[in-house]
């Protein structure tokens, strides 16, 4: 709760809480210290100027007109705000932007934008033609440039960090290189635009969750759960960091934006020091807020997630009940679903949705865990 109102004060639809509930949290406030440790990583650099950057985008035109100094002190960063550009619809542009600046394949791509790889192959081509027609020049933008294209950088930046945590394939759970370079793009953008509050919302996100990555997988790289781990191993002066970011973009007077809504959702598990002192009443409530801003199939699996901790695994279901049409082909659809239904004692039903999760899910960690859940439910006694 003291995320939320530190953000959104006694705004809707924080203003559930009583004057009793307020005035404790507003006490404890501060109870967090000053940062202790800066934990910074720089992206590496893949892509060097000009003709490498040609090369990886053929069909930019090159402009005769020397690019002023943009003041972009990384390359990739360079690339990134260049490739954004506003001509471009924005699923076009991070899509072209994370195939040829982010180096994800089209494979991988897709499934972050939650679509097929045919349509994610045909999005691709389309903003390349566009790119043709248009003749877009290859020109690196800078100062008033900008902020038209800081929208895109940033889901950009999220969506590499998003598939450092969420491989599309492959043993590994957590990929640390690539989101320390997303976390290495997110403290360099915040030193381009330091009084952005949803750039300090993305950094703060991205350094909230890497904080807990050591305890995200067991001995044999298997996936442990959130209440599961051992919140010793957490890194807790990253954590600071990640709180101390929130607090500083709470200030702003800018509206809350999806990225810091985000970071306040992490800053509640973080902020716990036991699985049992979770806060999912705030948790559920700021899904809520974040689905409005976003209208995302996957924001309301991960609500729903919230409000079976809060409420019951019944009112969790319930939420997942419409959610087919969207997430047709995400195995977190059905794995959400059979968690609820095995604690409700609907263990056919439970075990039918993770068959469906095993027949979708592509990486071999989540499938382990996947199998380990459903062998459990087999073993138990009234299976």
């Known amino acids: 709760m003291k995320y939320m109102l530190l953000l959104w004060g006694d705004e809707k639809p924080w203003a559930e809480a009583g004057p009793e509930e307020r005035e404790r949290l507003y006490a404890e406030h501060g109870r967090f210290g000053e940062l202790l440790v800066t934990a910074r990583r720089k992206a590496v650099d893949r892509l060097r100027r000009g003709a490498v950057a040609a090369r990886r985008l053929p069909l930019l035109v090159v402009d005769d007109e020397p690019s002023p100094d943009s003041g972009i002190p990384d390359d990739r960063l360079r690339m990134a705000f260049t490739c954004c550009h506003p001509a471009l619809a924005m699923p076009g542009r991070v899509a072209l932007t994370l195939r040829y600046v982010g180096g994800l394949t089209t494979r991988q791509i897709a499934r972050l934008f939650l679509v097929t790889e045919t349509t994610m192959a045909a999005r691709i081509t389309r903003a390349k033609k566009k790119i043709a027609q248009a003749g877009i020049p290859y020109r690196v933008p800078s100062g008033p440039e900008l902020p038209a294209r800081l929208d895109g950088v940033l889901a950009v930046i999220y969506l590499i960090f998003t598939e450092a945590y969420a491989p599309a394939g492959g043993g590994r759970l957590v990929r640390d290189e690539l989101a320390a370079e997303a976390i290495g793009l997110g403290h360099t953008l915040r030193e381009l635009i330091p009084g952005d509050p949803e750039v300090a919302g993305l950094l703060a996100l991205m350094t909230l969750h890497h904080a807990r990555r050591d305890a995200r ?15 010793s191993l957490w890194h807790h002066d990253e954590i600071d960091m990640g709180l101390r970011l929130i607090h500083q973009a709470g200030a702003h007077p800018d509206p809350v934006g999806p990225y810091l809504t985000q970071a306040a959702i992490a800053a509640e598990h973080a902020s716990a020091i036991r699985a049992e002192d979770t806060d999912w009443r705030s948790i559920t409530l700021l899904y809520g807020e974040l689905e409005r801003l976003t209208g995302s199939a996957v924001v309301r699996l991960n609500r729903a997630v919230a409000l079976a901790e809060a409420e019951g695994p019944a009112a969790g279901l319930a939420l997942l009940a419409d959610l087919d049409a969207a997430l047709p082909h995400h195995h977190l659809l059905p ?49």
């Open 335 to 383: 794995a959400t679903r059979a968690e609820p239904l095995r604690r409700l004692g609907r263990a056919e039903d439970a075990l039918t949705q993770y068959g469906r999760a095993l027949a979708l899910v592509g990486n071999d960690a989540e499938r382990a865990f996947l199998l380990s859940r459903r062998d459990e439910l087999l073993k138990a006694p009234n299976s």
């Open 217 to 231: 997988t067991g001995p044999h790289g298997e996936l442990v759960r959130l209440p599961d781990q051992d919140r």
